[in-house]
């Protein structure tokens, strides 16, 4: 299967963890890549190779993988992460790229 | 800088053409792959395919093959998006990215989007 699960929607209170996972046999022995999508706006990456951040996003991101399941962690919560966040990854049997199923972040 | 800047919105018919694009500069365009990625009106992003500009080499996800058309100018370093009967399943955002490297199978940046809507 080439399908990413990831939470339909998160919510957190300002300065809290958020937690954000994507699962899918698709993630096994391959990277995944994070991306954040603000409202009305273009996805920006914000973690590549599963745990590497891009320079200009801010150290609050991380990345953590094991087997099949990768987690975007956001540390300290602020207003201005509230958007979208993408997982995607590679298909290692085809090389279809593949996104997962998306997860809105709410901040209270 | 490395920037991708696309085409501006379209209002089209059903079974009308369209060819959208997307201009890259600040890079060796025809050293890098380029991706397009449907969005459904507030749904998740899907990837189309890509296209390398430097050899006009395309990869299609089986969803889009055939329904769509990828082609690159590097004269002008603009890649292109094209459709020969629109549906109005089609009316959706459209964006390019690219990416990243060999190996590197991320996108990074992404174009700011192209807003197509079919409608009769």
């Known amino acids: 299967s080439d399908e990413l699960t990831q939470p339909p929607s998160v919510s957190v209170s300002p300065g809290q963890t958020a937690n954000i996972t994507c699962s899918g046999h698709?993630?096994?022995?391959?990277?995944a890549y994070w991306y954040q999508q603000r409202s009305g706006q273009a996805p920006v990456l914000v973690i590549y190779?599963?745990?590497e951040r891009p320079s200009g996003i801010p150290e609050r991101f991380s990345g953590s993988s094991s087997g099949t399941t990768v987690t975007l962690t956001i540390s300290g919560v602020q207003a201005e992460d509230e958007a979208d966040y993408h997982c995607q990854s590679v298909d290692s049997t085809n090389a279809y790229y593949v996104f997962g199923t998306g997860t809105k972040v709410t901040v209270l | 800088e490395v920037q991708l800047v696309q085409s501006g919105a379209e209002v089209k018919k059903p079974g009308e053409s369209l060819k959208i694009s997307c201009k890259g500069s600040?890079?060796?365009?025809?050293?890098?792959?380029i991706g397009w990625v449907r969005q459904l009106p507030g749904k998740g992003l899907e990837w189309m395919g890509n296209i390398f500009p430097g050899d006009s080499t395309l990869k299609y996800s089986p969803s889009f093959e055939g329904q769509v058309t990828f082609s690159a100018d590097t004269s002008t370093s603009t890649a292109f998006l094209h459709w020969s009967s629109l549906r109005s399943s089609d009316s959706a955002i459209y964006y390019c990215?690219?990416?990243?490297?060999?190996?590197?199978?991320?996108?990074?940046?992404w174009g700011q989007g192209t807003l197509v809507t079919v409608s009769s």
């Open positions: 600040g890079y060796k365009f025809h050293d890098y792959w």
């Open positions: 698709a993630l096994s022995g391959k990277y």
């Open positions: 990215a690219r990416r990243r490297g060999a190996a590197a199978d991320w996108f990074d940046p």
């Open positions: 190779k599963d745990k």
